[in-house]
């Protein structure tokens, strides 16, 4: 599983020099200061909502969207700028079915809007 790669509808150039700028940071593969604004990793926000289309609120992305289950070592690095991770694993869709909500995923009636 990967998450998409970012994608600017106006073209990246013009959100730089837009005024006010709109990207408020600065992206390197290896060195981070957040003080200054250089980062190494993204920091995703996810909007949550029922099956209903209720709004449930907003909550930084850890690791609802992997369904297998990882380290948080291997999670952590779906963030790190300039990186492509594959995950695969097995799921037995029949658990979906059981009657022992344990066995169920833990976001499984959850809809996310991915937002950086």
């Not at 940071?25 to 190494?40: N, P």
Request: contains cysteine.
């Amino acid at each position: 599983m990967g998450y998409p790669w970012l994608y600017y509808e106006r073209g990246y150039d013009k959100l730089i020099t837009a005024s006010p700028p709109r990207l408020k940071f600065r992206a390197s593969f290896s060195y981070e200061d957040v003080k200054f604004g250089i980062l190494k990793t993204l920091r995703f926000k996810l909007a949550s909502f029922d099956l209903n289309g209720e709004f449930l609120g907003f909550q930084d992305l850890t690791n609802q969207l992997v369904a297998c289950e990882e380290s948080i070592q291997q999670v952590e690095r779906l963030y790190k700028i300039g990186t492509t991770v594959e995950m695969k694993c097995m799921f037995n869709i029949e658990r979906l079915f059981s009657t022992n909500p344990f066995d169920h995923p833990p976001n499984e009636n959850i809809f996310f809007e991915l937002f950086l």
